[in-house]
């Protein structure tokens, strides 16, 4: 059987924080403060280098409306790459500038945004979405809602998928907004033609389980919701994989390659790492590799090797329309 490996989260760009040029000590506040003045530079030569290392056939670049992305830049790497890569695109150019504070938040502005790149024919979904739209609002209320429902009626109109960030981040948004996947429980009710997946299967960063549970929950509720497994370890996903309501066909891989925290803050920056790592064993001394390490999760669970390919690049291929080469 000849493997279509597809990671479904990576990140093409990048960002130089160079706090040790600056003689500074690196925190997620500082950075969190500084992204909106960073441009992202173009990483996917060394992208497509750790692919052909890994036989990793294709990708999924996302986008982050957080961080200082550009749609414009992933959109011409999928143009220069249509045979490896597909992306999901966020309202990224309104969302830094709010971030930045140089605009009030205006959901008619991220809707617009969305639906421009979305009839682009680079972009095959929206993601990472964030659950709470507005960092203007501390709460989430009535109008995120209202907000997130604006956003998938988009996602109806163009016949895509939506992947949102789950797992808390730690710096810049507040912790119950950050990315608890129970909120995506309404959302697959009201929308249960959009397939939606949860990135991260709810642990983005550290050894925290309350919001892995949660995206288990939600994703053995809905037939439409997915889980992705970036920085999620084996056991984790085993039990996705043997959950009746789960199983291996809606599971699909990921890395999240180019945006792990430690990375993001300063690649010397050697012992402030806790992504993506063994959970038993404390923090790594060493950058870790993240293909290698999220594709040992699944290849370490006892399965059968159909289930393996399921997870490993099937699902995400056919829920994208992908096939091997194009």
Not at 263 to 274: Q, T
Not at 293 to 301: G, K, Y
């Given at each position: 059987?000849?493997r279509f490996?597809?990671?479904?989260?990576?990140?093409?760009?990048?960002?130089?924080?160079?706090?040790?040029?600056r003689n500074?000590?690196?925190?997620?506040?500082?950075?969190?403060r500084?992204?909106?003045?960073?441009e992202?530079f173009d990483?996917?030569?060394?992208?497509?280098?750790?692919?052909?290392?890994?036989?990793?056939?294709?990708?999924?670049i996302?986008?982050?409306?957080?961080?200082?992305?550009?749609?414009?830049?992933?959109a011409?790497?999928?143009?220069?790459n249509?045979?490896?890569?597909?992306?999901?695109?966020?309202?990224?150019?309104?969302?830094?500038?709010?971030y930045a504070?140089?605009?009030?938040?205006d959901?008619?502005?991220?809707?617009?945004?969305?639906?421009?790149?979305?009839?682009?024919?680079?972009?095959?979904?929206?993601g990472?979405?964030?659950?709470?739209?507005?960092?203007?609002?501390?709460?989430?209320?009535?109008?995120?809602?209202?907000?997130l429902?604006?956003?998938?009626?988009?996602?109806?109109?163009?016949?895509k998928?939506?992947?949102f960030?789950?797992?808390p981040l730690?710096?810049?948004i507040?912790?119950?907004?950050?990315?608890?996947?129970i909120y995506?429980?309404d959302?697959?009710?009201e929308?249960?033609?959009?397939?939606i997946?949860?990135?991260?299967?709810?642990?983005q960063?550290?050894?925290?389980?309350?919001?892995?549970?949660?995206?288990q929950?939600?994703?053995?509720?809905?037939?439409n919701?997915?889980?992705?497994?970036s920085?999620?370890?084996?056991?984790?996903?085993?039990?996705?994989c043997l959950?009746?309501h789960?199983?291996?066909?809606?599971i699909?891989?990921?890395?999240?390659?180019?945006?792990?925290?430690?990375y993001?803050?300063?690649?010397r920056?050697?012992n402030?790492?806790?992504?993506?790592?063994?959970p038993?064993?404390g923090?790594?001394?060493?950058?870790?590799?993240h293909?290698?390490?999220?594709?040992?999760?699944v290849?370490n669970i006892?399965?059968?090797e159909?289930?393996?390919?399921?997870?490993l690049?099937?699902?995400?291929?056919?829920?994208?329309g992908?096939?091997?080469g194009?």
């Amino acid at each position: 059987m000849v493997r279509f490996t597809v990671d479904a989260h990576v990140h093409a760009l990048r960002f130089a924080a160079a706090f040790k040029e600056r003689n500074e000590k690196p925190t997620y506040a500082k950075l969190g403060r500084m992204l909106w003045q960073l441009e992202p530079f173009d990483n996917s030569e060394r992208l497509l280098a750790d692919m052909d290392r890994y036989r990793i056939d294709m990708a999924v670049i996302q986008s982050h409306p957080a961080w200082n992305m550009k749609n414009e830049m992933i959109a011409d790497i999928v143009k220069r790459n249509p045979d490896r890569f597909v992306a999901f695109c966020t309202s990224a150019e309104h969302s830094r500038k709010v971030y930045a504070k140089q605009a009030k938040f205006d959901i008619e502005l991220i809707v617009e945004e969305l639906d421009r790149w979305l009839a682009t024919p680079y972009f095959k979904g929206i993601g990472e979405a964030l659950l709470q739209l507005n960092p203007e609002n501390p709460a989430f209320d009535r109008e995120a809602m209202q907000n997130l429902r604006r956003v998938m009626d988009i996602v109806a109109k163009h016949k895509k998928v939506i992947c949102f960030h789950t797992g808390p981040l730690l710096f810049q948004i507040p912790l119950r907004l950050s990315g608890n996947p129970i909120y995506i429980d309404d959302l697959a009710l009201e929308y249960p033609d959009i397939p939606i997946i949860v990135g991260h299967m709810g642990v983005q960063i550290g050894w925290y389980q309350q919001w892995a549970e949660a995206a288990q929950m939600v994703c053995a509720m809905h037939e439409n919701v997915y889980l992705e497994t970036s920085q999620a370890w084996s056991e984790l996903i085993e039990r996705a994989c043997l959950d009746p309501h789960i199983g291996p066909e809606k599971i699909m891989y990921g890395s999240d390659w180019g945006a792990s925290v430690e990375y993001f803050v300063d690649p010397r920056n050697r012992n402030k790492s806790y992504a993506a790592q063994d959970p038993h064993k404390g923090p790594p001394k060493f950058l870790v590799d993240h293909f290698k390490w999220n594709l040992d999760q699944v290849n370490n669970i006892r399965m059968t090797e159909d289930e393996r390919a399921l997870i490993l690049g099937e699902n995400v291929a056919k829920l994208l329309g992908l096939k091997k080469g194009k």
